[in-house]
């Protein structure tokens, strides 16, 4: 069964890090874009951040305003996984995390959660002191 897996969710003081993974099983992440939203209590889901595919020839990524410049979204191929580095964390990144796969989704559209494909289970984050 075909499955994306999130992880590295937890409670953090405001200006701290996490680093949230997604590990795919029975299928290879290359060849899907993939996407990482949020969600808030009473708030619709957020792209937050964005990798092409890695078979592409014009690899990129994308963020969100509210976090460019703090979040990092990075591949590990060896370990079928992508990462989420979160530094400088605030009260307002407070959230459940969830991560997608797409084939088809490109930089144009990937804050369009209905693009994607395969979706993970969400994982919880909390900025708090």
């Known amino acids: 069964q075909v499955q994306l897996v999130e992880s590295g969710g937890g409670l953090v003081q405001p200006g701290g890090s996490l680093r949230l993974s997604c590990a795919a099983s029975?299928?290879?992440?290359?060849?899907?874009?993939i996407g990482w939203f949020r969600q808030a209590p009473g708030k619709e889901r957020e792209g937050v951040s964005f990798i092409t595919r890695r078979d592409r020839s014009d690899t990129s990524t994308s963020y969100a305003d509210s976090v460019k410049g703090r979040f990092t979204i990075s591949r590990d191929n060896a370990k079928n996984t992508v990462y989420l580095q979160m530094n400088s964390l605030k009260s307002d990144d407070t959230a459940v995390y969830y991560c997608?796969?797409?084939?088809?989704?490109?930089?144009?559209?990937?804050?369009?959660?209905?693009?994607?494909?395969?979706w993970g289970q969400g994982t919880q984050v909390t900025v708090s002191s």
């Open positions: 029975k299928f290879t992440l290359d060849y899907y874009a």
């Open positions: 997608a796969a797409g084939l088809l989704v490109t930089s144009s559209d990937y804050d369009n959660p209905f693009r994607y494909e395969y």
